[in-house]
């Protein structure tokens, strides 16, 4: 039986669009996008943000350095947050619902810019902020750059079983990455991969 469901933010509650983020980058950066946007990437500078290994203002300015162009810090956190489109509002209705009958948990391989833009869209979508989204919705969220961990490695569904003292048998994770699902399923954590376009509010009772 499930009692605990822990979602996974981007593509499953949240829609995401990376080519839109991409392409802001090559608008700002031009002939410099690959030496900049592409070397950070393979340098692993995107994935340390979202470990919380340095803050905001140390991830922009290692971007505007590599550039030979004047960047704004703004028009930088724009081009970055381009990649998130919105949380419906059937997603939200759906976690309120869920609130009544599972222990509700967010588990988000995510930065402190995108949860910045996320606390503005819910403001404005949804006249909720992100208080309400994390502790009303949630029993608890889980940010890896909060943690210093991120899925797919064992150690951050070990440190969610255990902070919230969760049996895995009891528990359903649901992420848009296989790899994510496997690392749950390593420790016993119930697994659903979800596929991109499709609605997880009109899913999850199948799933539970």
Same mark, same amino acid.
């Given at each position: 039986?499930?009692?605990?469901?822990?979602?996974?933010?981007?593509?499953?509650?949240?829609?995401?669009?990376?080519?839109?983020?991409?392409?802001?980058?090559?608008?700002?950066?031009?002939?410099?996008?690959?030496?900049?946007?592409?070397?950070?990437?393979?340098?692993g500078h995107f994935l340390n943000y979202e470990l919380g290994l340095f803050d905001?203002?140390?991830?922009?300015?290692?971007?505007?350095?590599?550039?030979?162009?004047?960047?704004?810090?703004?028009?930088?956190?724009?081009?970055?947050?381009?990649?998130?489109?919105?949380?419906?509002?059937?997603?939200?209705?759906?976690?309120?619902?869920?609130?009544?009958?599972?222990?509700?948990?967010?588990?988000?391989?995510?930065?402190?810019?995108?949860?910045?833009?996320?606390?503005?869209?819910?403001?404005?979508?949804?006249?909720?902020?992100?208080?309400?989204?994390?502790?009303?919705?949630?029993?608890?969220?889980?940010?890896?750059?909060?943690?210093?961990?991120?899925?797919?490695?064992?150690?951050?569904?070990?440190?969610?079983?255990?902070?919230?003292? =969760?049996?895995?048998?009891?528990?359903?994770?649901?992420?848009?990455?296989?790899?994510?699902?496997?690392?749950?399923?390593? =420790?016993?954590?119930?697994?659903?991969?979800?596929?991109?376009?499709?609605?997880?509010?009109?899913?999850?009772?199948?799933?539970?």
């Amino acid at each position: 039986m499930i009692k605990n469901i822990l979602f996974d933010l981007g593509h499953v509650l949240l829609d995401l669009n990376f080519e839109r983020s991409e392409n802001h980058f090559k608008a700002l950066l031009q002939e410099d996008f690959e030496k900049v946007y592409l070397g950070l990437h393979e340098q692993g500078h995107f994935l340390n943000y979202e470990l919380g290994l340095f803050d905001e203002q140390a991830f922009i300015e290692k971007i505007k350095k590599g550039s030979r162009h004047q960047i704004s810090e703004a028009a930088i956190i724009d081009a970055w947050n381009s990649m998130l489109v919105e949380i419906p509002p059937q997603r939200i209705q759906m976690l309120e619902e869920l609130k009544n009958n599972f222990n509700v948990f967010l588990l988000s391989n995510t930065n402190a810019t995108h949860i910045d833009w996320l606390d503005g869209h819910l403001q404005q979508a949804h006249k909720r902020d992100i208080r309400y989204f994390e502790q009303k919705l949630f029993q608890k969220a889980y940010y890896s750059h909060q943690l210093h961990l991120r899925k797919p490695n064992k150690d951050i569904y070990e440190f969610v079983l255990q902070n919230a003292n =969760l049996n895995p048998e009891e528990t359903l994770f649901i992420d848009d990455r296989e790899d994510n699902i496997e690392g749950a399923r390593s =420790l016993g954590i119930k697994g659903y991969c979800h596929s991109v376009g499709e609605e997880i509010a009109e899913k999850i009772l199948k799933l539970i």
